[in-house]
């Protein structure tokens, strides 16, 4: 009836969220996942919801009351989409297990089991008669399904890389599917013909829709754009483009005296420090920048990206020297690259991401290792200052010691209950420090293999962590804003800030000490001194409407005073 919306989110709260569309109001929170929520959908009749968890869990919600009604173990891996049929009476769910599976929904009883593709399952969707489902994913074709016998009939190629998202017309005569090339392809559903293909997205497409109308497509993309499509000319028709420029990485140079920065909008900025100024923006990548690192000697800058490919960019002269891609992709990689960094000598990279794997890389010659030993994805990879060992922290809530000589996995330290998102060595690479979604920071003895303290007090999973190079204490960033300072000795939080309005997503510290950089979703930068706590810099990339005065301005409903001020104007209440 068009009157709710249901939202999920990968922020790992496992919140899901009920609104009121006419009123902009949250009506419910859904808090009975334990992970990250990949897809939600409501029942044809509207009265019910299904969700797909990194729990590898549905559950079924009363979206009136926002009760759960029942949870399935559903796959053996990551439930990344689930969808109705027309009629309502089959849940369709697709898996990173490579399955899709059929529920009966008066009885949560899998009635079927579809196997053959050869990867993960991205995206399902019923034909309006209930006999197929499409199904797309990570092995970059569209594969359509007999619901009745389980049999893949037929399979649509022409996608080059992963396929995220697919979409079939209110007619089934029209499918529609968004990739990571970015490109979105319109087919015949009956012949397989790919009808045409749009090219106009400079991002990854993250999903994709039809109209009413069975002719017009809309698709979004990681720009945060929003494109019309003819489906049967593949013409854009209409651009839509939306705003918000979170920080993903800071990082703080060797002297202490720039900082780099990566954003939601694919540029890499560095600052500098005692100004404040803007120096340069670094424009090569096409994907989302999961995370900047300089080199040891500061003269450099590796970034790694969902696009696929690692980028070192020279600091003065600001242009890219080397791009590192997998020459076979479908041998050693699938999806984005999450963590990059530097060996103390500069000589080598390590990068992690969607694959599982850890690489090693030769900046030089570009040749690369791969260590495979995760079961799940690579959040944060860290050379130890003893130059012999690297750390690895994964979603499969483990951290692993390898050995950079032999690529053996050394040890596995185990007590996290949830994704492990950041670890970091301390000076002299004895210690470790982790931080996870199950909301603690760890301190581990390397040499033992053995959890030395449990740090609790961070509200939300925790993102970044830190040793400050003095070895006196530890810092850690959280989904709560806050900035954390914990005594090593004690594991006593020393000092707490309520630093971002937002999930604080990277933090680095100065060389002394003294001060600590952070970077939020909130879309600022800010430097904070140490001992007094206090912030002593907010950096910001200029919004659309920065600064403008729009108080006293006649017309402007409430919604059109909040986006106005999301994009920066200023709005004095008292006048």
């Not at 019923?126 to 049999?151: H, M, Q, Y």
């Not at 890219?320 to 999450?338: L, M």
């Not at 007590?415 to 581990?444: C, M, P, Y």
């Not at 108080?551 to 999301?566: F, I, R, S």
């Amino acid at each position: 009836d068009g009157e709710k919306l249901v939202s999920s989110s990968i922020d790992g709260t496992g919140i899901i969220k009920i609104w009121d569309v006419g009123t902009g109001r949250c009506i419910h929170n859904l808090r009975e996942h334990t992970g990250w929520i990949w897809s939600v959908t409501f029942s044809p009749d509207g009265q019910t919801i299904a969700s797909g968890c990194n729990d590898n869990t549905i559950k079924i919600w009363n979206a009136n009351t926002g009760e759960c009604l029942q949870t399935i173990a559903a796959h053996n891996a990551w439930v990344l989409s689930v969808t109705f049929s027309v009629d309502g009476k089959i849940l369709a769910s697709g898996s990173y297990d490579k399955t899709i599976k059929l529920w009966d929904v008066e009885t949560w009883n899998c009635i079927r089991t579809f196997t053959g593709s050869e990867d993960a399952i991205w995206s399902v969707a019923f034909t309006p008669d209930g006999e197929k489902i499409a199904s797309c994913g990570f092995e970059k074709i569209i594969r359509l399904w007999n619901v009745k016998t389980g049999e893949c009939y037929q399979k649509l190629a022409g996608h080059k890389k992963e396929i995220k998202m697919l979409a079939v017309s209110n007619d089934g005569k029209t499918l529609a599917s968004g990739c990571f090339e970015p490109a979105v392809k319109f087919w015949d559903a009956e012949t397989g013909e790919c009808l045409a293909t749009g090219k106009e997205h400079q991002a990854p497409i993250r999903t994709i829709a039809f109209c009413s109308d069975n002719k017009t497509v809309a698709t979004g993309d990681n720009d945060q754009i929003i494109k019309l499509w003819d489906a049967q000319t593949g013409k854009c028709v209409k651009t839509f483009q939306g705003y918000t420029n979170s920080v993903w990485s800071v990082a703080l140079s060797p002297d202490g005296k720039q900082i780099a920065s990566s954003h939601l909008d694919a540029v890499i900025r560095l600052w500098d420090v005692e100004t404040g100024e803007c120096l340069q923006n670094l424009r090569g990548h096409i994907g989302l920048i999961w995370a900047v690192v300089f080199s040891p000697d500061g003269t450099q800058i590796a970034s790694c990206s969902d696009d696929e490919s690692i980028m070192v960019w020279d600091v003065n002269a600001g242009c890219c020297r080397q791009t590192f891609r997998y020459p076979n992709p479908t041998e050693h990689y699938q999806g984005g690259i999450w963590t990059v960094a530097f060996s103390y000598c500069g000589q080598f990279l390590a990068s992690g991401g969607q694959d599982a794997t850890v690489k090693i890389w030769d900046i030089n010659t570009g040749n690369y290792r791969v260590w495979q030993g995760h079961q799940s994805w690579v959040w944060r990879v860290e050379f130890n200052p003893d130059g012999k060992t690297l750390a690895s922290g994964s979603d499969d809530h483990t951290i692993k010691i390898w050995d950079i000589q032999t690529g053996e996995c050394m040890q596995t330290l185990q007590g996290h209950t949830n994704n492990v998102r950041s670890i970091a060595f301390s000076t002299d690479g004895q210690f470790l420090v982790s931080g996870s979604e199950d909301s603690k920071v760890k301190l581990w003895d390397v040499r033992m293999g053995v959890c030395e303290k449990t740090l609790h007090g961070h509200q939300g999973l925790v993102w970044p962590v830190k040793f400050a190079p003095n070895g006196k204490f530890v810092i850690s960033g959280g989904q709560d804003g806050t900035l954390r300072f914990w005594d090593i000795s004690t594991g006593e939080c020393l000092k707490i800030s309520e630093a971002h309005n937002d999930h604080i997503s990277s933090l680095d510290c100065s060389r002394n000490s003294r001060m600590v950089i952070t970077g939020s979703l909130d879309e600022t930068i800010k430097c904070w001194d140490v001992e007094s706590g206090d912030c002593l810099k907010t950096l910001r990339v200029p919004r659309p409407y920065e600064g403008m005065n729009i108080t006293g301005v006649k017309g402007l409903t409430d919604a059109h005073l909040e986006m106005l001020k999301t994009l920066g104007a200023v709005f004095n209440q008292e006048n």
